[in-house]
């Protein structure tokens, strides 16, 4: 039908004409409540951005001298976070003479790293960088 013939019609029937496949040979026009339609469809974004979770990184700093009391705080912590679907950063600084003792640090990554084996997984295994040594842990996606 003509283009004229399809504007009478919405306008007889108080809706719009709206084109659906303009580049189509004819274009394909539907006569709708634009503003309905409009509605909705914010409406179903809105929805989907409230259900949409978004990852954090949470930080756990150990140090090189940490107790056990202290180690299976912080061990808890993490699996509070993981269970909330976050990554979690772990870090030990060095300080002074702590430096040249970076295998204990290594050793204590390690551990912690064993401790969440059943919730998470290493992303990044543990790099000395600088005064700093640092790993990445991410939960399982297991749900």
Known sequence: MSASQALDIAAEKNLDLVKIAPQATPPVCKIMDYGKYRFEQAKREKEARKNQHTVDIKEIKLSLNI?????NTKLRNAQKFFAHGDKVKVSIRFRGREMGHAEYGYDIMQKFAEACQEVANIEKPAKLEG????MFLAPKSGK
């Not at 107790?67 to 180690?71: E, L, P, Q, R, V």
């Not at 005064?131 to 640092?134: A, G, P, S, Y």
């Open 131 to 134: 005064r700093q040594m640092l």
């Open 67 to 71: 107790d056990t009391h202290d180690f």
